[in-house]
């Protein structure tokens, strides 16, 4: 793998403009407190980033030879300093805009983990419950994919009779 190869800004149709030539990926974290309530693990972007100081996941451009869960993986490492160990892997809700594609890959963790800025990228991380998630200033296709996002959150957790913002009881 060329380090960086995707790199580069794609152009979509309706003239916005997307980060990473070969698609982008990001990884959102679920856990729970101790008390049940679901959060997410949230990223507020640094202002010299593309849609600055706004809230999002960590991710980035996929580069060519990796997979989109590897390059989820990767950015997060780049822009989170803190213990990955012991996810999950809850699902995958995937954007396609023909020309370009995120994918974000949603994962548990058995608990809230302590999370910090891993680069210049990243201004805070921090674990956000689920249902204020949309009260944040979010980047606008995280805010657009939220609603599926959190939809798919509250299957992936209905089978065990808990779920996002709600206690567990399964």
């Given at each position: 793998?060329?380090?960086?190869?995707?790199?580069?800004w794609?152009?979509l149709?309706?003239?916005?403009?997307?980060?990473?030539?070969?698609?982008?990926?990001?990884?959102?974290?679920?856990?729970?407190?101790?008390a049940?309530?679901g959060h997410?693990?949230?990223?507020?972007?640094?202002?010299?980033?593309?849609?600055?100081?706004?809230?999002?996941?960590?991710?980035?451009?996929?580069?060519?030879?990796?997979?989109?869960?590897?390059?989820?993986?990767?950015?997060?490492?780049e822009?989170?300093?803190?213990?990955?160990?012991?996810?999950?892997?809850?699902?995958?809700?995937?954007?396609?805009?023909?020309?370009w594609?995120y994918?974000?890959?949603?994962?548990?963790?058995?608990?809230?983990?302590?999370?910090?800025?891993?680069?210049?990228?990243?201004?805070?991380?921090?674990?956000?419950?689920?249902?204020?998630?949309?009260?944040?200033?979010?980047?606008?296709?995280?805010?657009?994919a939220?609603p599926?996002?959190?939809?798919?959150?509250v299957?992936?957790?209905?089978?065990?009779?808990?779920?996002?913002?709600?206690?567990?009881?399964g």
């Open positions: 793998m060329l380090e960086g190869d995707g790199n580069g794609v152009s149709p309706d003239g916005t403009r997307r980060w990473g030539i070969y698609g982008a990926a990001g990884l959102l974290l679920y856990a729970t407190d101790a049940g309530a997410v693990l949230l990223q507020h972007r640094a202002g010299w980033t593309h849609m600055g100081g706004t809230w999002g996941i960590p991710g980035g451009a996929r580069n060519r030879d990796e997979t989109p869960l590897e390059a989820a993986v990767r950015e997060f490492e822009e989170v300093e803190g213990d990955l160990d012991g996810y999950s892997l809850l699902g995958v809700h995937e954007e396609d805009l023909t020309v594609r994918d974000t890959f949603m994962a548990s963790l058995p608990g809230l983990t302590p999370f910090r800025p891993g680069n210049s990228e990243s201004k805070e991380v921090r674990w956000v419950p689920v249902d204020s998630a949309d009260s944040l200033p979010l980047l606008p296709p995280f805010r657009a939220w599926h996002l959190h939809a798919n959150l299957s992936a957790f209905s089978e065990n009779g808990g779920g996002p913002g709600t206690s567990a009881t």
